[in-house]
């Protein structure tokens, strides 16, 4: 018996939508937006704290041996840029079947693109602050108090993106014919 069969899969809807296997009380449901917000926030809060936690410890350090620049804060600012993007999109226009005619409206179409050029965005911040640490903080041999600044702004993109990613399941929990996780 396939997939299809159990229910798993359904004819009008993304090849992505699967059951949950945990269950969620009923009375848990109604705030798992409201805590899913938070965490979401908390954990943007906490990827700022690292990364200025890495600019003050390097500012502090004597022999800080690279030279703090607009490359350390690009990661995180694109990053922050990208997040914007994905959690502003209407998680409803992605499930519309708009043509690709100059007649119609296109908004599927377009909100897809935008979801897609944000996402875009948080991962190149994300791969952005790997190559700053590899390339100027490991690759340069400095001590690790130096190399500790590379690793906040790492710690930042990384605390950014799960944000993203939290706060982009969380953000029309109404609409949950589209999200993956379905709650049941």
């Given amino acids: 018996m396939s997939s299809y069969q159990h229910g798993y899969l359904h004819p009008q809807r993304s090849p992505f939508v699967w059951r949950s296997c945990i269950r969620i009380p009923s009375e848990w449901q109604e705030h798992l937006r409201d805590v899913g917000v938070y965490v979401?926030?908390?954990?943007?809060?906490?990827?700022w704290w690292f990364f200025?936690?890495?600019?003050?410890?390097?500012?502090?350090?004597?022999?800080?041996?690279?030279?703090?620049?607009?490359?350390?804060?690009l990661p995180g600012l694109i990053s922050?840029?990208?997040?914007?993007?994905?959690?502003?999109?209407?998680l409803s226009?992605?499930?519309?079947?708009?043509?690709?005619?100059?007649?119609?409206s296109n908004s599927s179409v377009k909100a897809k693109a935008t979801l897609f050029f944000g996402i875009a965005l948080v991962a190149g911040?994300?791969?952005?602050s790997f190559?700053?640490?590899?390339?100027?903080?490991t690759m340069a041999h400095l001590d690790p108090l130096s190399v500790y600044t590379g690793v906040s702004n790492v710690l930042q993109t990384i605390c950014i993106t799960v944000s993203t990613l939290v706060l982009l399941?969380?953000?029309?929990y109404e609409s949950s014919?589209?999200?993956g996780i379905r709650l049941q």
């Avoid at 979401?40 to 990827?47: I, P, R, V, Y």
């Avoid at 890495?54 to 030279?67: M, Y």
């Avoid at 997040?83 to 502003?88: C, G, H, L, Q, R």
């Avoid at 911040?125 to 952005?128: D, S």
């Fill in 169 to 172: 399941f969380v953000h029309n």
């Fill in 125 to 128: 911040g994300l791969a952005g």
């Fill in 131 to 137: 190559a700053i640490l590899v390339i100027k903080y």
């Fill in 80 to 90: 922050t840029f990208g997040m914007i993007i994905v959690n502003s999109i209407d």
């Fill in 52 to 73: 200025i936690d890495g600019l003050v410890s390097a500012k502090t350090h004597e022999n800080f041996g690279a030279n703090l620049g607009f490359e350390d804060w």
């Fill in 93 to 104: 226009l992605l499930n519309q079947e708009d043509g690709f005619g100059y007649e119609d």
């Fill in 40 to 47: 979401s926030g908390a954990l943007f809060t906490l990827g």
């Fill in 177 to 179: 014919s589209y999200q």
